[in-house]
Structures are given as structure tokens and as C-alpha cells.
């Protein structure tokens, strides 16, 4: 279960983008001397077509695993899977024994509805509403929203800063179904998430980024 997201320009994503270099810092103090690795694994580089050519743009991944060992899974609640994310019913097959499906592996999503009071002539504003829906609504160039966590765990006798994901939440699908109608013509200035097919990460243009070459973008970000 993963998502990648793109700024597009996005003052708000940048913002995000220096949160989560300060958020490694952080971690990074309270961690054995040398131990966390320099690579910070959910950020990365995005090479995006535009009117000039190309240009770098910074990603954010987030994900989360479907199963979680039952030896680490003592203190957490135990689901069924939710079935829109396996049509084939291959995780449902997984042994149970070994690995489980928790509370903390659930991803919920949702769609975002803007209210109001058709029966008012004055177009009354209710307040927005966040319906759950099934993952498969989300499409390359969705603009959405994502909750997340951010952990450190061990991993082969180092430490690594992780973002797992929470939920996502569809803002805005207008511009897919614009560019799915005129797969032809570009849509200018189009702001979206990069969410690749199935519901997987749009990477095959992305690589992780270094702590320095992050700290650097941020850097650039408020220049």
C-alpha cells in the first residue's frame, strides 16, 4: 500500500517537504551516534515533463505494509482485510500463523464532499463531509490529501526514518477526468498527485534523496 505525491508548485508541499528534513533531525538526535541512515527513503526526485523540457520536482512516498509478523503484533488489533484491495483473494491466503493483518496496517480512504443546501436559494454552505470510498477511485494526477506517521526502526543494525500512511483523502479528480478525455492536449497548469496505476507509486522517475540534497532543496524552497 503506497502512494507517491508531487508538488506542482505547491506552496503547502514545500512546506511539507521541510517538515519532514526537520522531523529526521530530530530523530536523528535520539538515535546511536552513526546509526541512522543518511538517505532519507521517502523523499525523492521527480522528473516532470513542462513547457521548457523537464524539471526536478520533490516526491513524498508514503506506505504501509499489508501484514505485520505475529511476533510484533501482541499489542494490536487483528482485521480482515479489506476486500477492494484484494480482489484475487491472495492476502486473504497469506498464513496466519506468521504474519497478520492489523489495525496498524489498515489504510482508510475517502472522498472529499463539499456540502451544501440545494433547497436554499442562496446556496447555503454545509459543512465538508469525508466519505470512505475504495482505492481503486484514485488515478494518476488526482489532487489529494494524506495523513501519515513518522517512525524510526532498526534496520540491520542501523536505524531508518520511515512514513507510513494513514489515508488518503481525494480532493479534487477533475483534472484526471480532463486528461483522460483529451489524452492529446496537455492540461496547463495542472497541480496533482502523482499516483501511478493500481494504486501504486509513479517511480520510474524517481530516486531517493540524500539528507544534504534535501536539506538543500528545502533550503532553495524559501529562497
Do not use: W
Not at 503547502?12 to 538526535?29: A, G, I, K, L, P
Not at 520533490?58 to 479489506?82: G, W
Not at 507510513?164 to 498527485?193: E, F, N, Q, W
Not at 502523482?194 to 533550503?219: F, I, W, Y
Request: with cysteine.
Amino acid at each position: 500500500q503506497s502512494v507517491t505525491l508531487t508538488e506542482l508548485g505547491s506552496s503547502c508541499f514545500d512546506q511539507t517537504v521541510e517538515n519532514c528534513c526537520h522531523t529526521y533531525s530530530m530523530f536523528s538526535r535520539y538515535t546511536p551516534s552513526a546509526k541512522m541512515l543518511p538517505v532519507l527513503e521517502f523523499l525523492g526526485n521527480h522528473s516532470a515533463a513542462t513547457d521548457g523540457g523537464t524539471e526536478q520536482q520533490v516526491t513524498v512516498t508514503a506506505s504501509s505494509r499489508f501484514f505485520t509478523p505475529v511476533k510484533q503484533s501482541s499489542s494490536l488489533e487483528t482485521m480482515n482485510i479489506n476486500t477492494e484491495i484484494d480482489l484475487q483473494g491472495f492476502l486473504a491466503k497469506v498464513d496466519q500463523t506468521k504474519f497478520v493483518h492489523t489495525d496498524d496496517n489498515t489504510v482508510d480512504y475517502y472522498v472529499l464532499t463539499k456540502g451544501s443546501d440545494e433547497k436554499s436559494t442562496t446556496q447555503r454552505l454545509m459543512p465538508h463531509r469525508y466519505t470512505p470510498t475504495t482505492p481503486i477511485i484514485f488515478q494518476i494526477g488526482d489532487i489529494v490529501e494524506i495523513q501519515t506517521s513518522m517512525t524510526c526502526i532498526p534496520v540491520k543494525g542501523n536505524f531508518m526514518v520511515k512514513l507510513l500512511l494513514r489515508s488518503i483523502i481525494l480532493l479534487d479528480g477533475s483534472l484526471t477526468m480532463v486528461r483522460y478525455h483529451k489524452v492529446s492536449s496537455p492540461v496547463p497548469g495542472a497541480h496533482g498527485a502523482t499516483l501511478g496505476g493500481n494504486n501504486r507509486p509513479d517511480a520510474s522517475h524517481s530516486k531517493p534523496c540524500s539528507t544534504s540534497e534535501m536539506v538543500e532543496t528545502a533550503q532553495s524552497i524559501h529562497r
